[in-house]
């Protein structure tokens, strides 16, 4: 798979997207990395996180040292598939190393709110070396963004969005993954 290295906040892509609507989302964890149409690797700290956006929304593989703390996944799966849940609003899984947290919000926009907010997304994304955004062709507004927001010695934040212009819905995610060890230290 080859990285590409962003210039500039959008790339846009040369495949469909393949996503129809929210409603066929679902959350998975653990599954191995995926093909993807577009891949950031940033190395911090103790980690390194690969934001993948797949031809079925986004991945993001987060390894500390040689161990892959978390694989979150965000993607249209058929039902059968096993380890996911629908999209859900939060959903919370402790481990034995890891804490990992998730939000989702979906948004339902008239064609006019729709283009605004997507605008604002694209927009707001920073053009760093820690974030991506892909625009699929057909509308300019069929986009799917991550940014890793932070990276902490114990901590790891990202957040994305999915935008679905034939249904006018706005899908955006929030992520934290906390090491427990440092948990624990913070306890204290």
């Known amino acids: 798979m080859s990285v590409e290295i962003l210039t500039a906040g959008v790339v846009d892509l040369a495949v469909a997207y393949r996503?129809?609507?929210a409603a066929?989302?679902?959350?998975?964890?653990?599954?191995?990395?995926?093909?993807?149409?577009?891949?950031?690797?940033?190395?911090?700290?103790?980690?390194?996180?690969?934001?993948?956006?797949l031809g079925a929304s986004h991945q993001v593989l987060a390894t500390r040292g040689?161990?892959?703390?978390?694989?979150?996944?965000?993607?249209?799966?058929?039902?059968?598939?096993?380890?996911g849940v629908r999209l859900p609003r939060r959903h919370h899984q402790?481990?034995?190393d890891v804490d990992y947290a998730f939000a989702s919000r979906t948004e339902l926009l008239d064609p006019a709110e729709f283009?605004?907010?997507?605008?604002?997304?694209?927009?707001?994304?920073p053009g760093t070396a820690h974030a991506l955004?892909?625009?699929?062709?057909?509308?300019?507004?069929?986009?799917?963004?991550?940014?890793?927001?932070s990276?902490?010695?114990d901590e790891l934040r990202w957040s994305g969005w999915h935008s679905y212009p034939?249904?006018?819905?706005?899908?955006?995610?929030?992520?934290?993954?906390?090491?427990?060890?440092a948990l624990v230290e913070r306890d204290r």
């Open 66 to 83: 040689d161990v892959l703390a978390c694989s979150e996944t965000l993607a249209c799966r058929p039902d059968d598939a096993p380890g």
């Open 133 to 149: 955004c892909a625009r699929f062709p057909g509308d300019a507004r069929a986009t799917t963004g991550l940014h890793l927001e």
């Open 166 to 181: 034939a249904t006018g819905e706005v899908v955006t995610t929030s992520s934290r993954l906390v090491v427990l060890e």
């Open 115 to 125: 283009r605004h907010r997507v605008d604002d997304l694209v927009d707001s994304l």
């Open 24 to 53: 066929d989302l679902g959350l998975f964890l653990d599954l191995p990395g995926q093909e993807a149409l577009l891949a950031r690797r940033v190395d911090a700290h103790d980690w390194s996180v690969e934001l993948r956006i």
């Open 151 to 153: 990276t902490g010695i």
């Open 94 to 96: 402790p481990g034995h």
């Open 19 to 21: 996503d129809a609507c």
